[in-house]
């Protein structure tokens, strides 16, 4: 697994899309909070944790997106250009390739968004002073710095199993991107049945565990079963991706 990671990590470095993605997530990140913090006359929201969702929303709302892309690349180039079969020559397992991108693409993940979080928070702070809403301290605000690596990682995992399925690099981009921003939507606006699965919709309930007052759904479960349940779907996905790519030619 170790050699796996280190091969890993020297394509991650050795590829320009990685870092065009992480150059996007930062200007996302930090362009929006210095905007909001910029503007800000008045809390972001009614609570502390809401305002600092607010203050990161460039990056936990689009940020994650781009990483998420960024984890799919990171398969479907690959039979793109045929490397994969040089890879699954080097490491038969094939489950064990597809485990250490998702140990190398996670960590960078959580780091970066980690960071970027902490940045975000005390840049709105910074411009905004208190009239922000934001309190340092504030159990809601610390979840907002640890919960969005956490929703980052679980993104790429879901970007890493979905270009696994998918190995297609246009098709499985359209399939998170349109999954993410437009079918939970319409699912959860449909007519007698909308409210009832809109609960169980899962990036509705990554979002939900990060800004707890999003909508009007009745969830069954407080967030914090909400960010397993998320956690459970991502799981699933990309085991999925490994049975699917264990079973398929290269």
Known sequence: MIAAMNA???????????????AVVVVLAVAVAALTGATSTAPLGPSPGESAWTALIGLNAFGVLVLMIMAVLAVTSEYRFGTIRTTFQAIPKRSTV????????????????????????FLVRGLAGSSSGIELGDPGVVRQIWGTPVIAALYVLIGLGVGAIV???AGA????????????????????????IAPFLPFANGSRFLNEGAGDTQYHWNIYGSLIYFAVFAVIVFMIGIVMTERRDA
């Open 8 to 22: 890993e990590r020297i394509k991650l470095t050795s590829t320009r899309s990685p870092y065009w993605c992480i």
């Open 98 to 121: 597809l485990l250490a991108k998702a140990g190398v693409f996670g960590a960078l993940a959580v780091a970066v968004t980690l960071v970027l979080a902490v940045v975000g928070i």
């Open 167 to 169: 190995r297609h690099t």
């Open 173 to 196: 981009i359209v399939i998170v991107l349109i999954w993410n921003l437009a079918l939970e939507s319409i699912l959860s606006i449909l007519p007698k049945v909308g409210e009832h």
